[in-house]
């Protein structure tokens, strides 16, 4: 990790922003470093990674890397894969599940820290938060049609609903996300890791 990146991350890692708004408090959870090829931008993180401090450690994470078709090792190595999310600590629970990410974190430190990822070659982009920000006016009315549209964003980037368990019926409802679009996503993937670790 370089050293304005590391000082960066120390940053992140001693906000408070958002302190009075988080019913656990302030724990930003992320994954980066400056030879990352592949940025995984998530939602925020849950109650369970929260409390372990480990990005995607959740069943969430378990579909997520069958659909990369990666292990847990590549997942979790930072010169690889950086994890960041809309918003870096837990936000609570509502009626439906977990509330939105604060708008102060992406407001905050998301381009600071984009910056210094020169490296990355595709954006995973999960969830109508993250959609929303990182596709701006090309991003559709809704997440089943701006992920129908993955080809519009490829190869730079891929729409991704959330691997949630709790889109199992929407999973079942889009068969053709499935048939089409992982495919495509584990062959980029596998390209990707393969030719960095070739150059390592």
């Not at 302030?26 to 401090?53: K, M, N, Y």
């Not at 009626?95 to 407001?107: N, T, V």
């Not at 982009?125 to 080809?151: D, M, P, R």
């Amino acid at each position: 990790m370089s050293k304005s990146l590391d000082k960066l991350v120390k940053e992140i890692k001693a906000c408070n922003l958002c302190t009075d708004h988080l019913p656990l408090g302030p724990r930003p959870v992320i994954q980066v470093g400056s030879l990352a090829r592949i940025l995984i931008v998530g939602q925020a993180p849950g109650r369970r990674v929260h409390e372990t401090g480990i990005p995607f450690n959740d069943p969430s994470g378990e579909r997520l890397r069958l659909w990369m078709g990666i292990n847990k090792e590549e997942f979790y190595d930072k010169d690889k894969v950086a994890l960041v999310p809309m918003g870096f600590c837990f936000p609570g629970t509502g009626k439906s599940g977990d509330l939105p990410p604060r708008p102060e974190c992406a407001d905050t430190w998301r381009e600071k820290l984009l910056e210094k990822l020169p490296n990355i070659e595709l954006t995973i982009v999960i969830g109508q938060y993250a959609q929303g920000w990182h596709f701006g006016s090309s991003n559709k009315q809704n997440l089943t049609e701006t992920v129908k549209s993955w080809k519009e964003f490829w190869p730079n980037a891929i729409p991704l609903p959330h691997p949630s368990p709790r889109n199992n019926i929407w999973l079942r409802k889009n068969a053709w996300f499935e048939d089409e679009v992982i495919p495509a996503l584990q062959k980029a993937v596998n390209a990707i890791l393969d030719k960095s670790t070739k150059s390592n």
